[in-house]
């Protein structure tokens, strides 16, 4: 082999081992970028299922599952509103996280692992919350002269439960903001059934 052709091998090689690099380093790319969509979906369930929001919500679910109204003292209005609007916000984050992640979709795929992960794991408290959110709120009205102003505060649990229930993952019967009453699936109308 002269001069020439090992130039030419050389090239040839180097090129070959600048792809494969590239395609290393895509690959990793991909790999470290889904981890992460992954990690950022598990910490938005981790913020409702632990610390300051999981006392809101045993809170607010003392308010959709028992007796709260004229009886509770005014302290007990007050933690229960921060409360309602401790948990309404988790759930404006993870709307917003989720949303976050579906932009963030690598092209070319046609299923989002990981919005498809977080709704999994939320599915089933946005349900909850559908009804809950609208008995609390109730109650919270009922039992104190000022108004609970929450629209701003509650429209992004609206599009969670929206987008919920466009994937299939909760009944179309639950209605953001409003209980349908006895032709509502949560638990609590179903209580005394049991």
């Given at each position: 082999m002269g001069t020439d052709e090992w130039s030419a091998?050389?090239?040839?090689?180097?090129?070959?081992?600048?792809?494969?690099?590239?395609?290393?380093a895509l690959l990793a790319f991909r790999s470290e970028h889904q981890r992460a969509r992954f990690e950022g979906a598990r910490a938005l369930h981790h913020d409702l299922t632990t610390g300051e929001v999981a006392a809101a919500r045993k809170i607010v679910g003392s308010l959709h599952y028992g007796d709260f109204g004229s009886t509770s003292s005014p302290a007990d209005w007050s933690q229960s509103l921060t409360s309602y609007f401790t948990l309404l916000w988790c759930f404006e984050r993870i709307e917003a996280g989720r949303t976050a992640l579906a932009r963030g979709v690598i092209r070319g795929r046609r299923r989002d692992e990981a919005v498809e992960y977080l709704d999994a794991l939320v599915a089933?408290?946005?349900a909850e919350y559908a009804c809950g959110f609208a008995i609390a709120r109730r109650k919270l009205a009922e039992a104190s002269t000022e108004e609970v102003s929450d629209s701003d505060s509650a429209s992004g649990f609206s599009r969670l439960l929206l987008?919920?229930?466009?994937?299939?993952?909760?009944?179309?019967?639950?209605?953001a903001g409003t209980c349908p009453g006895a032709g509502c699936p949560c638990a609590c109308h179903h209580q005394s059934l049991s």
């Amino acid at each position: 082999m002269g001069t020439d052709e090992w130039s030419a091998l050389a090239g040839v090689s180097s090129t070959v081992l600048a792809l494969a690099a590239v395609v290393v380093a895509l690959l990793a790319f991909r790999s470290e970028h889904q981890r992460a969509r992954f990690e950022g979906a598990r910490a938005l369930h981790h913020d409702l299922t632990t610390g300051e929001v999981a006392a809101a919500r045993k809170i607010v679910g003392s308010l959709h599952y028992g007796d709260f109204g004229s009886t509770s003292s005014p302290a007990d209005w007050s933690q229960s509103l921060t409360s309602y609007f401790t948990l309404l916000w988790c759930f404006e984050r993870i709307e917003a996280g989720r949303t976050a992640l579906a932009r963030g979709v690598i092209r070319g795929r046609r299923r989002d692992e990981a919005v498809e992960y977080l709704d999994a794991l939320v599915a089933w408290h946005v349900a909850e919350y559908a009804c809950g959110f609208a008995i609390a709120r109730r109650k919270l009205a009922e039992a104190s002269t000022e108004e609970v102003s929450d629209s701003d505060s509650a429209s992004g649990f609206s599009r969670l439960l929206l987008a919920l229930q466009e994937s299939g993952l909760i009944d179309r019967a639950y209605r953001a903001g409003t209980c349908p009453g006895a032709g509502c699936p949560c638990a609590c109308h179903h209580q005394s059934l049991s």
